[in-house]
């Protein structure tokens, strides 16, 4: 096993590169004297070890070494558990470097993360390249450099970055920073093929790691319309990893696409304080046709929404867009919201959502940043090639 030079631990790599769904909105007390929440230190020995971690920082909060540890320990929870708050107490414990131009490549590596579930990209991105610079051996901060390279659709930046990571990570990590890249840019079959065949030889080190690369796996199978093997895939992704949000997100999205809502149902009920699993949740109900518990979803997932919004929150864009159009039925409110979150980032599902909402309201020309995309990308998915034979359709329609 090898680790970058900030001294990351494996298990760290999938969990600081995962992105992160938006939690559930925070209510607005009816006083400071209020306790909105304890939170529930568990019986968990990583839990306690954080807790414990933070008592000590408490006693020396300039210690860099215990304030990168324990920051470390708290970008993990938040990813395990899609819980802001984590990432605000990270946050708090790298204050005394947070606003430095230039602080240690560790508070850096670590802050670079964070803004990075802030959707804070082009700042993100100034870090990592400092880092880089400093320390050319980081082979965690040449992994989320790509990572973040990839969902801003800068794909040769990412192919450069992940190649840094050939003599620095091993062959696993490698290939599935390069089949990401590949899986987006015309290269789905072989990039599949390829990491299907590492991870053959190199499975079993760490269960985060494996877990990501089988969630990257069922999501090229169901792309390839290969229905069992992704239902497989996410199965073994999700045993390794049972509270994961994106995986639960990922899976989710490919039952519903089969119109199997009693069973996202099922797999969500545990997991309705994240708003993107509760988005979710409700089309599952709407889907299934029980109006009954629909409404109350729909009030909710309402209010959450309506909140982000006014905290100028922008992480939130691609769920509301696809809440204002497949709930509320508002392509025209869907294309704003879907236009915005596209501009920052360029993942799949961001495609969509915009194509569908052009599509509902019948404006072609909405969606021509993604269809230049797509284009420019040589990017291989059915769902988006059909939105655009739609779309296609209409253009010549409306010129009929």
């Not at 803004?115 to 980081?138: K, Y």
């Not at 089969?258 to 545990?270: E, I, T």
Request: proline share 5%; glycine share 8%; with cysteine.
């Amino acid at each position: 096993m090898k680790a970058g030079a900030a001294g990351l631990p494996r298990w760290c790599w999938a969990l600081l590169l995962a992105p992160v769904l938006a939690a559930a909105a925070p209510r607005v007390p009816a006083s400071g004297a209020e306790v909105l929440e304890v939170l529930p230190w568990r019986n968990d020995p990583q839990q306690r070890e954080v807790r414990e971690l933070r008592a000590s920082l408490s006693q020396a909060p300039l210690d860099l070494g215990r304030a990168t540890g324990v920051a470390r320990r708290y970008i993990e929870l938040g990813r395990r558990e899609a819980d802001p708050r984590y990432f605000g107490y990270a946050q708090a414990a790298l204050s005394p470097w947070w606003n430095n131009p230039a602080p240690p490549a560790g508070v850096r590596l670590l802050r670079a993360s964070l803004l990075q579930t802030e959707h804070r990209f082009p700042e993100a991105l100034a870090d990592l390249d400092a880092v880089t610079s400093a320390e050319p051996g980081n082979a965690q901060a040449w992994l989320t450099r790509a990572t973040v390279e990839t969902v801003r659709a800068d794909y040769p930046a990412a192919t450069r970055s992940c190649a840094r990571l050939s003599s620095l990570a091993d062959e696993l990590i490698t290939t599935a920073c390069i089949a990401n890249v590949g899986a987006m840019t015309g290269r789905l079959h072989a990039s599949e093929a390829l990491l299907a065949t590492t991870y053959k030889r190199g499975a079993g080190g760490d269960a985060a790691v494996d877990a990501w690369v089988l969630g990257s796996l069922a999501e090229m199978a169901a792309r390839r319309g290969d229905a069992a093997n992704a239902r497989a895939r996410f199965r073994q992704a999700l045993a390794l990893a049972p509270g994961d949000s994106y995986l639960l997100a990922a899976y989710a999205d490919f039952l519903l696409e089969q119109r199997r809502h009693d069973a996202v149902l099922a797999l969500l009920a545990p997991h309705l304080r994240v708003d993107g699993l509760l988005l979710r949740h409700t089309l599952a109900l709407a889907g299934a046709g029980d109006r009954e518990r629909l409404a109350p979803e729909l009030a909710e997932l309402g209010a959450r929404f309506e909140a982000g919004e006014r905290r100028g929150d922008g992480v939130h864009l691609r769920e509301q867009a696809r809440f204002e159009l497949q709930l509320r039925g508002d392509a025209a409110r869907a294309i704003g919201l879907a236009q915005r979150n596209w501009s920052s980032q360029k993942e799949l599902a961001d495609a969509r959502v915009l194509l569908e909402a052009a599509v509902a309201a019948r404006q072609p020309a909405a969606a021509r940043p993604v269809l230049d995309w797509m284009k420019t990308s040589g990017v291989e998915d059915p769902a988006l090639a059909r939105l655009a034979q739609q779309l296609a359709g209409q253009t010549k329609g409306a010129k009929g």
